[in-house]
């Protein structure tokens, strides 16, 4: 099993963020944005970031044009180098 080497809370912005995209593609752009966020702050590759079923759910909740202001994620990262992020 694999040892935990580091666990945050973030707080992730996405208003001013997902603003400037069509308003149909605002959801989709924002589980991106959160990935790529994690893969940053985290310092993993996109590729092993995983997100929990939560975050796509709260993201989604208000269809593909409203998705939430911000949103709080607790990130667990692993030492073998992946992320594992879910609703805080």
């Keep these: 099993m694999a040892k935990i080497v580091v ?7 996405l208003r001013q963020k997902m603003k400037k995209y069509p308003r149909w593609l605002r959801a ?12 940053k702050h985290m310092k993993a590759e996109i590729d092993n970031v995983k997100l929990d079923a939560s975050i796509n759910e709260k ?26 992020a879910e609703l805080a």
């Design 7 to 13: 666990e945050r809370i973030y707080s992730i912005k």
């Design 28 to 39: 989709k752009k924002s589980m991106r944005y959160i990935r790529k966020f994690l893969s």
């Design 59 to 84: 993201v989604w909740e208000r269809g593909a044009q409203k998705p939430p202001a911000r949103i709080r994620i607790r990130a667990v990262k692993f030492d073998d180098g992946s992320v594992e």
